[in-house]
């Protein structure tokens, strides 16, 4: 079947996203928490994407499935703001 077994290359997982209110100092406070973590992730690999939805930002944080660090803390889930998804 045609584009069977083709290379799409890395593939990013969503490892951590924070939603508002309150998403950048969230962010902030989880990426100072996994610091000597995250650096041992190759640039290239790691994404960090954000944008602005009804109820404001949203951050979300990826890395490419073969760079994903075994001791990366997830996001406290008892602290993700609204939990309101990015409008699509």
């Known amino acids: 079947m045609p584009g069977e077994l083709v290379d799409i290359g890395p593939r990013p997982k969503i490892v951590a996203s ?3 209110p309150g998403a950048t100092e969230r962010f902030g406070a989880w990426r100072a928490r996994n610091a000597e973590v995250l650096a041992r992730v190759p640039a290239e690999a ?3 994407e954000y944008g602005r939805a009804g109820a404001g930002l949203f951050i979300r944080v ?4 073969e760079h ?3 001791d990366l803390e997830a996001p406290d889930e ?5 939990q309101s998804p990015p409008a699509a």
């Open 68 to 70: 994903l660090p075994p």
């Open 62 to 65: 990826r890395i490419d499935e």
């Open 46 to 48: 790691y994404r960090v």
């Open 78 to 82: 008892l602290d993700v703001g609204d």
């Open 18 to 20: 924070f939603y508002a």
